[in-house]
């Protein structure tokens, strides 16, 4: 391909995902790599991640509509969905109490498990030369999703050793 169709290309992925968002001027800097990227912040935050009920490819959209859009109405800023699995933050203040997080997702019912964690992250802009997204940084996510594997549907539980830090 082409350079001039690369480019071309580039312009309409960045106008489609950005348009909204960003002026003309800035589409094209990021279209010729112009702009730096800034650096990931640290953030307070309860980083939960939660699955829903697989069991057939029917029941996963009514479940999962079901646990983002109570997770969505007490704060939390949903990063990724992948299928069943639903990567989600409550992004906190100092002063913020914790129960009330923990309280909603004891409501995620039978059809959900989830693990959490509260600490501070990296968060911001992450990138590669063809793809942007923004984000969290959750060190130990592996474990987390091993640790998620292993409960049981209604189950919820904390994971990492800053959680009770905070």
């Known amino acids: 391909m082409s350079w001039f ?3 071309w290309f580039t312009r309409k992925r960045l106008r489609a ?3 909204d968002f960003l002026p003309e ?5 990021l279209a010729q790599r112009e702009l730096s990227i800034p650096p990931l912040q640290r953030t307070r935050l309860c980083h939960v991640l939660l699955q829903v009920r697989d069991d057939t490819a029917e029941t996963i959209p009514k479940s999962r509509s079901d646990a983002v859009e109570l997770i969505l109405r007490e ?21 913020t109490p914790l129960d009330p997080i923990k309280a909603t997702l004891d409501r995620l019912g039978p059809n959900v498990r ?24 959750v060190p130990s996510m592996g474990a987390a999703m091993e640790r ?19």
Do not use: K, N
Request: charged share 20%; with cysteine.
């Open 5 to 7: 169709m690369r480019s």
């Open 148 to 166: 998620l594997l292993r409960l049981e549907f209604g189950s919820i539980e904390q994971f990492g050793d800053e959680a009770e830090t905070v």
């Open 25 to 29: 001027d800035a589409l094209d800097a």
């Open 114 to 137: 989830a693990v959490y964690c509260f600490g501070d992250h990296l968060r911001g802009v992450i990138a590669s030369p063809s793809h942007v997204a923004y984000g969290t940084v």
């Open 17 to 19: 995902a950005f348009g």
């Open 75 to 95: 704060g939390a800023i949903v990063e990724s969905v992948l299928s069943s699995f639903v990567s989600a933050v409550f992004p906190l203040e100092t002063d």
